[in-house]
C-alpha cells in the first residue's frame, strides 16, 4: 500500500467514523475516537473481507480489537483455505488448541499425495 493509499484510507476511515459519531449523538466525535466503536466503524466500512481480515491481522495484539471481529477473520481465512494464516491470528489471541488444529490441517493438505 503506498503512502497515498494509506493517507486516503484513513482520511476516508476518520470522516466514517466522524459521521457515525454525529449520527449516534456523540457530540465530541475527538472524543468518541479513543472507542472501540471507532475501530469497529473502521472494519465495518470496509469494503472487502479481505480488507478487513488483513486490517485486523495488523491489529491484533496491538489494539483492543472486538472478539467477534477477529473470530470471523479467522473463520473467512478457513473458508478461503488460508489455514496458515488463520493459525497465526488463532495463536495471536491465545487459542492455541485451534491454532494447533489448523496448523496440522494445513500440514495435511500440504503433505498428502494427490489422489
Known amino acids: 500500500m503506498t503512502k497515498f493509499q494509506k493517507r486516503r ?5 476518520f470522516l466514517a467514523c466522524k459521521n457515525f459519531a454525529l449520527k449516534g449523538g456523540v457530540l465530541h466525535p475527538a472524543k468518541f475516537l479513543h472507542k472501540k466503536m471507532f475501530l469497529e466503524a473502521i472494519l465495518n466500512n470496509l469494503g472487502s473481507d479481505e480488507a478487513r481480515q488483513m486490517a485486523i491481522s ?26 496458515n494464516a488463520a493459525a497465526d491470528l488463532a495463536l495471536k489471541i491465545g487459542q492455541n488448541e485451534r491454532a494447533e488444529q489448523l496448523r496440522t490441517i494445513s500440514y495435511l493438505i500440504d503433505h498428502l499425495p494427490t489422489l
Open 9 to 13: 484510507f484513513l482520511n476516508y476511515a
Open 58 to 83: 495488523k491489529l491484533v495484539g496491538k489494539v483492543d480489537l472486538p472478539p467477534h471481529q477477529i473470530e470471523r477473520a479467522i473463520q473467512n481465512y478457513e473458508a478461503a483455505g488460508w489455514f
